[in-house]
């Protein structure tokens, strides 16, 4: 496999639009159907991925990422990329990339936790996990278990990819008419309507 290109600084911002953590982990791999780019350039975007998904735990220190976990993160994502698709198609996915999804969903994962800290009636949530060498197989297995949740689930037929052919985000579609055809209005929605726009204003010109 062809490695993506390296994005322009002001496309390494993670997108959290997909309304699922795996969702949002695939997003990771940007316009995958065009110039696919990629947003883990390096073990230290895939901490901050970890951090700004909240799926670190309550420890001080920033999650501490190796070459090898970057690496094996990689492969998770694609391969939970490429069972979702097959689900959504109604396919089998590749015998190896259900290995490694069901491999990385086996490992304990991230705990959720209610904290009553601040002394008053309402509940805080945070997250426990093992050793701190394992925080990052802790985030990637709490991932993959979303993934085998949602593809084993109801919620499947409500996950959808964007229209835009340009963009390949994934997202869980949330809308009570269950007609959303964009990852986001802010994104690909105003692209599609200052197109329409300007495609009748030619027309009618």
């Given at each position: 496999?062809?490695?993506?290109?390296?994005?322009?600084?002001?496309?390494?911002?993670?997108?959290?639009?997909?309304?699922?953590?795996?969702?949002?982990?695939?997003?990771?791999?940007?316009k995958r159907h065009t110039?696919?780019?990629?947003?883990?350039?390096?073990?230290?975007?895939?901490?901050?991925?970890?951090?700004?998904a909240g799926l670190r735990?309550?420890?001080?220190?920033?999650?501490?990422?190796?070459?090898?976990?970057?690496?094996?993160?990689?492969?998770?994502?694609?391969?939970?990329?490429?069972?979702?698709?097959?689900?959504?198609?109604?396919?089998?996915?590749?015998?190896?990339?259900?290995?490694?999804?069901?491999?990385?969903?086996?490992?304990?994962?991230?705990?959720?936790?209610?904290?009553?800290?601040?002394?008053?009636?309402?509940?805080?949530?945070?997250?426990?996990?093992?050793?701190?060498?394992?925080?990052?197989?802790?985030?990637?297995?709490?991932?993959a278990r979303d993934a085998?949740?949602?593809?084993?689930?109801?919620?499947?037929?409500?996950?959808?990819?964007?229209?835009?052919?340009?963009?390949?985000?994934?997202?869980?579609?949330?809308?009570?008419?269950?007609?959303?055809?964009?990852?986001?209005?802010?994104?690909?929605?105003?692209?599609?309507?200052?197109?329409?726009?300007?495609?009748?204003?030619?027309?009618?010109?």
């Open positions: 496999m062809t490695p993506a290109p390296a994005p322009a600084p002001d496309r390494l911002a993670f997108p959290f639009i997909g309304g699922r953590p795996c969702l949002d982990f695939a997003a990771t791999l940007g110039d696919a780019f990629e947003r883990l350039t390096d073990p230290g975007a895939l901490g901050r991925w970890i951090g700004e735990t309550d420890r001080p220190q920033a999650v501490h990422v190796t070459g090898a976990e970057l690496v094996s993160a990689r492969e998770l994502r694609e391969s939970l990329y490429r069972v979702l698709t097959a689900a959504m198609d109604g396919r089998a996915p590749a015998p190896h990339d259900l290995v490694r999804v069901n491999e990385a969903a086996a490992h304990p994962d991230l705990a959720p936790q209610l904290d009553f800290a601040d002394g008053g009636g309402r509940a805080g949530l945070r997250l426990q996990g093992g050793p701190v060498r394992h925080d990052v197989r802790a985030a990637l297995a709490t991932v085998v949740q949602l593809v084993g689930g109801p919620l499947l037929a409500r996950v959808k990819e964007c229209e835009n052919p340009e963009c390949s985000l994934l997202f869980l579609d949330d809308s009570q008419a269950r007609r959303r055809r964009w990852c986001s209005m802010d994104r690909c929605g105003n692209l599609a309507k200052i197109a329409g726009y300007r495609s009748r204003a030619r027309g009618g010109s």
